[in-house]
């Protein structure tokens, strides 16, 4: 990673996440002909933890969140980084300190929902431990969620 970059916690209505989680929705949007996200949409009364990455200036660069699914289960959120950021192991240092914050939180089983058009986020995934899984929660049943990609870590 070249340049100084800081993963600490935020709540989910700071602007800053607010406008990369924007972002993301845009990109996302884009990458799948408009189409919106399958699920339950994070919010500020169901996502526990948020994290942003911050580069040496301050500038939000990339976040990620996680929201408790019961029973020792959080699901990642929202990972990502600006695209003028990519390939400067952003992503893997805010995958890292979400790992770290569902150790200590009690959560040693972390899940996600991506898709095939994102092939850096499958990558980033599969290279840190994850596993292809069967729909969960929302996602099960979804017909929004038929392309959709699963994954799980047991991480503790």
Do not use: H, N
Not at 3 to 9: K, S
Not at 70 to 94: C, H, L, N, Q, Y
Not at 104 to 115: D, H, K, M
């Amino acid at each position: 990673m070249t340049g100084a970059v800081a993963v600490e916690p935020a709540s989910w209505d700071d602007a800053d996440v607010q406008r990369l989680a924007a972002e993301q929705q845009v990109e996302l949007r884009r990458r799948y002909d408009g189409k919106g996200e399958p699920g339950t949409p994070p919010s500020a009364t169901d996502v526990g933890v948020v994290l942003v990455a911050r580069g040496e200036d301050g500038t939000a660069l990339g976040c990620g969140a996680l929201r408790d699914l019961g029973d020792g289960v959080a699901e990642i959120k929202r990972m990502f980084v600006v695209p003028g950021a990519r390939g400067r192991g952003i992503s893997t240092a805010v995958l890292a300190a979400l790992e770290d914050v569902a150790r200590e939180r009690g959560w040693p089983t972390l899940r996600l929902e991506t898709g095939p058009r994102q092939p850096e986020a499958v990558g980033l995934y599969t290279s840190a431990g994850y596993r292809p899984v069967e729909a969960f929660g929302a996602y099960a049943g979804d017909p929004a969620a038929e392309d959709s990609l699963f994954f799980e870590r047991v991480i503790g």
